[in-house]
């Protein structure tokens, strides 16, 4: 079953992105997915400053461009990772190498 592994990161983790000993660890852990045949795909996104936001109201929309004061924690990145369970899918979490005041959020992808 394939599973989204949903990264949020605090601003100063984007920030942290050049840093080599960071961007290390996340290189680690993607080869570690890779290596282990589960990786199905996924990316890094850029920071939130760079994004904007559509909004329907009705049957208009609203454009608002970044960044987005709504939380402490950003979507930072995604992967999808191919395992049979859920109790894997956590274990893989674990592993991810976020901050402190990071999360991943760990999520079934939908089956159509």
Request: charged share 25%; no cysteine; hydrophobic share 35%.
């Amino acid at each position: 079953m394939q599973y989204a592994l949903i990264i949020r990161e605090a601003a100063e983790d984007f920030a942290r992105r050049s840093d080599p000993v960071y961007r290390d660890g996340w290189v680690a852990y993607s080869q570690a997915l890779a290596q282990a045949g589960i990786m199905t795909g996924g990316a890094g996104l850029t920071g939130p400053e760079t994004g904007t936001i559509v909004r329907r109201k009705g049957e208009d929309h609203d454009v608002q461009d970044g960044p987005y004061p709504e939380g402490k924690e950003q979507l930072g990145g995604f992967y999808l990772i191919d395992v049979p369970d859920m109790d894997t899918a956590l274990e893989w979490a674990t592993r991810v190498p976020i901050s402190d005041k990071g999360s991943v959020e760990v999520r079934p992808r939908l089956q159509m």
